[in-house]
């Protein structure tokens, strides 16, 4: 694609960046083809060749607005596009650029300014949970009514077994997940025992990985997460664990991005690039130790395996849990149009209801053909947006093969 990049923006960095992704783009369409919202909605301006073109136009000058920022806020992030993309397009990349410069241009409207403030205030943090539980009545506005059931802090059931490996391992409480559904990191924590790997979880950081910041624009806050997150993480570095992992797939491309997010930063650069290095999804170590350690099913049990856009597009591990899950003696079901998002995407269930309502339906309905047993997916947001509606119980996939090896 050929571009014309006003002076200011072709001499900063981030523009030299982008003006490299938008030459690769020779508008094919293929993106179109794998991006949800383009396939429910129908509009060239909701698929990614038509944000790309928006994206452009902007760089170039021209005029943007409240309708351009709508189109891109439409944008999941599920990163499809990218995984059919012939010419190697960095979308996402594009995307984040483009947000920011637009939401530097157009003032959004009070009630909207309200809602990304207070997201961006209270899901990051711990200890405010209890505060936003407490005033569900104000907030109920924000809140889809089936989600409202499952925005319960739960209590853990399952320990931590104890430290007792030669391999050790860093394991992220996370935000989100650490209140509504501890126990995923504690099955996690029981299957790696059994393979021989201690994870030992943060208790110092300030839990979140920066991407519910970053996905709402606030870029500066997103990068102070990173930095705060990497002060807490060094001494785990420093005293030589072989990882840092990660239990929930959507927080892990952010983890992993670090050293992209943070490599003008003269003081965490080099540290946020070892960050970078070490982060892994669960999976990707899983599949690489000895599973002959877990106990296979006895009796199949049949499942619909959701695979998050964070597992399948974001780290490029589509197919990992299914083969595992395979592998000890699970029956997975087959679902179509697998690669297309459910519509929970981090905020986007807050911020684009009808949108997310709509890819729920969709999803449920293919998940559900099979007729499974259990639904299981790799993502805490992916989680919650299903079991609202789910007719079958929905887990997270470490938490089934726990069970199983008790």
């Known amino acids: 694609m050929r571009t014309s990049l006003t002076k200011a923006y072709a001499e900063s960095a981030d523009g030299k960046i982008a003006n490299e992704i938008l030459r ?32 452009k136009q902007l760089l170039e000058g021209n005029d943007v607005s409240e309708l351009s920022q709508l189109h891109l806020d439409r944008c999941l992030l599920c990163r499809a596009c990218e995984t059919v993309c012939p010419s190697g397009v960095e979308y996402s990349r594009l995307l984040d650029i483009g947000r920011g410069l637009v939401e530097e241009k157009v003032p959004r409207g009070w009630l909207e300014t309200i809602k990304r403030n207070a997201l961006n205030r209270i899901l990051p943090r711990l200890y405010r949970y209890r505060w936003l539980l407490a005033l569900g009545r104000w907030f109920r506005f924000m809140l889809p009514l089936r989600l409202e059931s499952t925005l319960l802090v739960k209590k853990p059931r399952l320990a931590f077994p104890a430290a007792n490996h030669q391999r050790k391992m860093l394991l992220l409480k996370g935000c989100v997940q650490s209140q509504l559904a501890p126990d995923i990191n504690r099955a996690t924590a029981r299957v790696f025992d059994k393979l021989g790997i201690t994870l030992i979880e943060e208790t110092q950081s300030p839990a979140c990985c920066g991407a519910i910041s970053q996905h709402l624009g606030k870029t500066g806050e997103a990068r102070q ?28 491309p952010h983890v992993k991005d670090y050293g992209y997010w943070l490599r003008h930063d003269s003081r965490y650069a ?122 079958v119980s929905v887990k997270h996939w470490m938490e089934l093969v726990a069970e199983h090896n008790l």
């Open 225 to 252: 997460w990173m930095r705060n997150n990497i002060d807490a993480w060094w001494p785990a570095v420093e005293a030589g664990i072989e990882a840092i992992v990660v239990s929930a797939s959507g927080c892990a």
């Open 270 to 391: 080099e540290q946020a690039r070892r960050i970078s290095a070490l982060a892994k999804d669960i999976s990707e170590v899983t599949a690489s130790a000895a599973l002959k350690n877990l106990k296979k099913l006895t009796q199949p049990l049949k499942i619909a395996f959701h695979a998050p856009c964070s597992l399948q597009h974001g780290q490029n591990l589509a197919g990992t849990v299914e083969s595992q899950l395979t592998a000890l003696g699970y029956e997975l079901t087959t679902i179509k149009d697998a690669h297309l998002c459910c519509g929970a995407a981090g905020t986007y269930t807050l911020l684009q209801p009808e949108i997310s309502e709509k890819l729920l339906i969709n999803k449920l309905a293919e998940l559900q053909k099979g007729k499974p047993q259990v639904i299981a997916t790799a993502n805490i947001g992916c989680l919650l947006h299903l079991q609202g509606n789910a007719s």
């Open 24 to 55: 690769r783009c020779v508008h094919c369409g293929f993106c179109n083809a794998a991006c949800p919202t383009y396939q429910l909605l129908g509009d060239e301006l909701d698929g990614p060749r038509g944000r790309i073109y928006l994206i």
